[in-house]
């Protein structure tokens, strides 16, 4: 796969991983429609990875607060 197809089903998963379409399809889409070969599960579970990790890492601060959340009503509950 030519390099200048993975950055634009990168780009392209990337900015609809939010959106109702979803980044895989999305990614179906442009092979339906430019006719680019159809990528490998390797480069897909490899995309989807790298998605997840820019998603977690660009909402880091609300994973930490939900999380510091949990643990003080985990914690701090009282008894009855």
């Known amino acids: 796969m030519p390099a200048f197809h993975a950055i634009v089903y990168a780009i392209l998963a990337g900015l609809t991983e939010v959106q109702p379409l979803g980044g895989e399809a999305s990614i179906?889409?442009?092979?339906?429609?430019?006719?680019?070969?159809?990528?490998?599960?390797?480069?897909?579970g490899?995309?989807?990875?790298?998605v997840f990790l820019g998603t977690f890492f660009y909402f880091r601060h609300d994973w930490a607060s939900f999380l510091s959340s949990l643990l003080q009503m985990i914690l701090f509950q009282r008894k009855p």
Do not use: K, M, V
């Open 28 to 44: 179906w889409l442009i092979t339906y429609f430019f006719g680019w070969p159809e990528p490998s599960s390797l480069f897909l």
């Open 46 to 50: 490899t995309l989807s990875l790298g």
